[in-house]
């Protein structure tokens, strides 16, 4: 089969197509044939080296397939069956620990940026009935990123106020999420182009922080002096500021990237005064992730795809990631 590897030190320009063995699959597993993937910022990282990897590592955490073998133990799946991969493929259910969040596809072990897989079934649930490969697979990282904010670590009710960060894939997706429920939302952006499309997603108010840099304080004038009861927080320390203003009185902030940097300063009197709270985000269980799926289907939900390269095109796909001009999620087109 072939796949794309990153050979050491990491670069785009280490990025190689190989021919790898497949093999079949053991007890409590499946072999997938691997038809479509998507890009996150995390598999960005690993492409780049930054985060250790083995030399030769598979990259994509992202992966959606069918299945063309069945091991021994398995009664979940079939020859012939769709199925998505699992972010953490240990996290079954419950709450998150470090035993949960290890084996990562594409980190910890070879993902999926690959013809032909053999993993775990309990690293896979079924694929969402009305979406294609492409779009099942912006679902496993980005999707359930945005609805664990959303419907796990926070109670929100239809009526409330959600702020989302950008046009990137967990603010796109809790956009519509939040639709679904009820919720209001406020989006951010430095284009008045991608501003627009999200209006047309559903987004009540629309803000260019590049023309309102203390947005904070538009979001308190927006919600009558209320502030948002979450902030899905993407920016990290060059944001957080701005999102602890937005915030309203035992609001959330999920903070789950952090594009402007690592550390900053967090406005810690303002954040307690509010009895507001930050919660830390990365991704959810294989349980939250069939939660997700239902509402995907019972709402109709089509993620939104801003482009797709084939395997060979990786490095690419990661340049037009790395130019921040697209909408929404980046997918691969894999085998077949």
């Not at 999920?254 to 009895?275: C, D, H, R």
Request: proline fraction near 5%; include cysteine.
């Amino acid at each position: 089969m072939r796949a794309v590897a990153v050979a050491k030190p990491g670069g785009l320009d280490n990025l190689k197509l190989v021919e790898r063995d497949t093999r079949p699959p053991g007890y409590g597993e499946i072999q997938v044939q691997v038809r479509a993937s998507s890009l996150n910022f995390h598999d960005y990282v690993v492409a780049l080296g930054m985060l250790p990897t083995d030399d030769g590592r598979i990259p994509m955490s992202d992966g959606a397939g069918v299945v063309t073998a069945v091991g021994e133990g398995v009664a979940e799946f079939a020859v012939g069956d769709d199925v998505l991969s699992c972010f953490f493929p240990a996290w079954h259910d419950g709450r998150p620990d470090l035993r949960k969040v290890t084996g990562v596809p594409g980190d910890h072990v070879d993902g999926f940026a690959a013809e032909m897989v053999t993993m775990s079934a309990q690293g896979f649930t079924r694929m969402p009935e009305g979406l294609d490969y492409r779009e099942a697979a912006t679902l496993t990282c980005a999707g359930l990123t945005a609805w664990r904010a959303l419907m796990v670590e926070t109670q929100l009710r239809p009526g409330d106020w959600v702020l989302v960060q950008g046009s990137g894939g967990v603010s796109v997706f809790a956009l519509q999420f939040a639709r679904q429920m009820g919720c209001r939302v406020i989006a951010t952006s430095s284009s008045n182009a991608k501003l627009a499309r999200l209006g047309e997603l559903g987004a009540e108010h629309l803000i260019n922080y590049r023309d309102v840099p203390a947005w904070g304080k538009r979001v308190q004038d927006i919600t009558d002096g209320r502030g948002v009861d979450l902030v899905v927080e993407v920016g990290g320390p060059g944001t957080l500021p701005q999102s602890v203003k937005a915030a309203a009185f035992d609001g959330c902030i999920s903070m789950i990237g952090v594009l402007t940097g690592l550390a900053g300063e967090v406005p810690t009197a303002e954040l307690f005064q509010k009895n507001a709270r930050i919660s830390g985000i990365t991704v959810g269980s294989r349980a939250q992730q069939l939660d997700m799926l239902a509402a995907v289907e019972a709402g109709g939900i089509k993620p939104v795809i801003d482009s797709s390269y084939p395997l060979e095109q990786l490095a690419d796909a990661f340049r037009h990631q790395e130019s921040q001009q697209h909408f929404g999620k980046i997918c691969l087109d894999i085998g077949g």
